[in-house]
T-cell receptor, first 110, second 112 residues
Framework: DAKTTQPTSMDCAEGRAANLPCNHSTISGNEYVYWYRQIHSQGPQYIIHGLKNNETNEMASLIITEDRKSSTLILPHATLRDTAVYYCIVRGTGANNLFFGTGTRLTVIP | DAGVTQSPTHLIKTRGQQVTLRCSPKSGHDTVSWYQQALGQGPQFIFQYYEEEERQRGNFPDRFSGHQFPNYSSELNVNALLLGDSALYLC???????????FGSGTQLSVL
C-alpha cells in the first residue's frame, strides 16, 4: 500500500471548517483513500473513502486531486467533539489490512 | 445493534505470562482483524480471520496467535509476554467484500 504524509497537528476554531490535507504521491490506480479518526480512549472510527471522485457523507467531504496524489478531508462545521487524531490511509482493493501512520492531531478550539 | 465489543477493557500481566483477549464482532459481520497500538503511534495490523482461518498476518512473531469461532467471535493470544507488548489491542470487524472496518474500544494491556 502507498504511504501517506500528514501534518502532525492542526487547530481549528469551533464552527469553522477543518481542512485536513494528506499527500499520497505514490498511490496506484486501484488504491482507495480512506479516512478514519480516533477520539481519545476509543477505537478508530471510519469517516469516508474515495477512489477519484469527490465524496460527501453526513460526517465529512473528501476532495481528491485530479492526479490523485493528494486529498483533503473537510469537516464543514467543526465541533469540540471532532477533536481527535485523523488518519489518512491508502488501501488497495481486497487488501486485508489498513496501514495507519501517526495521523494528524486536530484540536478544535472553543 | 451492538457494535464491536472487547473484553477485558484493562489487563495487567507480568513478563513471561500468557494472555487471551476476546472480541465479539458487530452483528452481521464475518471478518475480524486485530491491531496493536503503542502509546503515541497509529494501530499496527496483527492478523485477520475469516471463516475461522487466518487470512493475512502482519509483522508480528509467532507468540501472537488467534482464533475465530463459528459464531465469528475471536480471540487473540499472546505467549511469553514482553514489556514491549504493553499496548492497546484493538479488534475490528467487517463483512467480507466490504472495506469499511468497525473498531472496538480496545483492551489496554500492561506488562510489568
Amino acid at each position: 500500500d502507498a504511504k501517506t504524509t500528514q501534518p502532525t497537528s492542526m487547530d481549528c476554531a469551533e464552527g469553522r471548517a477543518a481542512n485536513l490535507p494528506c499527500n499520497h504521491s505514490t498511490i496506484s490506480g486501484n488504491e482507495y483513500v480512506y479516512w478514519y479518526r480516533q477520539i481519545h480512549s476509543q477505537g478508530p472510527q471510519y469517516i469516508i473513502h474515495g477512489l477519484k471522485n469527490n465524496e460527501t457523507n453526513e460526517m465529512a467531504s473528501l476532495i481528491i486531486t485530479e492526479d490523485r496524489k493528494s486529498s483533503t478531508l473537510i469537516l464543514p462545521h467543526a465541533t469540540l467533539r471532532d477533536t481527535a487524531v485523523y488518519y489518512c490511509i491508502v488501501r488497495g482493493t481486497g487488501a486485508n489490512n489498513l496501514f495507519f501512520g501517526t495521523g494528524t492531531r486536530l484540536t478544535v478550539i472553543p | 445493534d451492538a457494535g464491536v465489543t472487547q473484553s477485558p477493557t484493562h489487563l495487567i500481566k507480568t513478563r513471561g505470562q500468557q494472555v487471551t483477549l476476546r472480541c465479539s464482532p458487530k452483528s452481521g459481520h464475518d471478518t475480524v482483524s486485530w491491531y496493536q497500538q503503542a502509546l503515541g503511534q497509529g494501530p499496527q495490523f496483527i492478523f485477520q480471520y475469516y471463516e475461522e482461518e487466518e487470512r493475512q498476518r502482519g509483522n508480528f512473531p509467532d507468540r501472537f496467535s488467534g482464533h475465530q469461532f463459528p459464531n465469528y467471535s475471536s480471540e487473540l493470544n499472546v505467549n511469553a509476554l514482553l514489556l514491549g507488548d504493553s499496548a492497546l489491542y484493538l479488534c475490528a470487524s467487517s463483512l467480507i467484500g466490504n472495506e469499511k472496518l468497525f473498531f472496538g474500544s480496545g483492551t489496554q494491556l500492561s506488562v510489568l
